[in-house]
């Protein structure tokens, strides 16, 4: 069992900054792949960022390739995601999810992810 908490969503003005992070805890949380999706409202959950276990693999959506950076810590079991110059589109609430992945990946697919977090709000004004 794994269990994610996210923190770090928030209101900028676009053209801003924000670092989300998520929190893993359980059995063997650093061998599992990570992703970060968001859902804005009316809208189906997107993929956003992935990172292997080893933080070697990394896989990004199109929309925000350029501008978001996903990175890991697995000393602290922790993911972040790295958002610079951000849209009024990247206003979603952000999920991280983590893949019992059986080999090295960073997938895009929702579901290859087992375990979910909460998510956190972020909002873009214009």
């Known amino acids: 069992q794994v269990e994610l908490v996210e923190s770090g969503g928030g209101l900028v003005q676009a053209g801003g900054s924000l670092r989300l992070s998520c929190a893993a805890s359980g059995r063997t949380s650093s061998m599992y792949a990570m992703g970060w999706f968001r859902q804005a409202p009316g809208k189906e959950r997107e993929f956003v960022a992935a990172i292997g276990w080893s933080g070697s693999i990394t896989n990004y959506g199109d929309s925000v390739t350029g501008r978001f950076t996903i990175s890991r810590d697995n000393a602290k079991n922790t993911v972040s995601l790295q958002m610079n110059s951000l849209k009024p589109e990247d206003t979603a609430v952000y999920y991280c999810?983590?893949?019992?992945?059986?080999?090295?990946?960073?997938?895009?697919?929702?579901?290859?992810?087992?375990?979910w977090g909460q998510g956190t709000q972020v909002t873009v004004s214009s």
């Open positions: 999810a983590a893949d019992r992945a059986p080999f090295p990946r960073a997938s895009r697919n929702r579901y290859d992810y087992e375990y």
